[in-house]
C-alpha cells in the first residue's frame, strides 16, 4: 500500500492517547523515535505505525485499499486541522 503520507509528522507527535504507543512516549506524547519528522525504525515500526499491515490484518474484508487510505487521510487532515487552531 502506498500512503500519500505528507511527513508532517503530527500524528507521531500526539500519541498519548494511544494504548499501543504509551511504551514510545517520550511523556509529552511525542514519539521517541521521531526524529526531523521521520521515523527513525520505519522498517520495523510498530504494527499500528504501518498502513500496509493494520490493512491486512484488520480492514481488508470491510474495504477497499481505497477507501482505507481515504479513512486515514481524513484523520491526517482532523490532526492538521486540531493542530492549526492550538497554534492559534
Ligand atoms: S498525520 Fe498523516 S500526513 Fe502527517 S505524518 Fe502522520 S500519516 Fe503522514
Ligand atoms: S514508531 Fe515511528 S511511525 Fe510510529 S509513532 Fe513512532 S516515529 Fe511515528
Redesign the pocket.
Known sequence: MNFPCEKC?L??RM?GGIPA?QH?DNGNGV????HDN?????ES??M???TSQMYNAFFKSIMTPEEFIDMNLQACRKIQELNRNNMR
Open positions: 509528522g500524528c507521531c500519541i504507543l514510545l514519539c521517541v523515535h521521531l521521520l521515523c527513525t525504525i520505519y515500526r510498530p499500528i505505525c504501518n
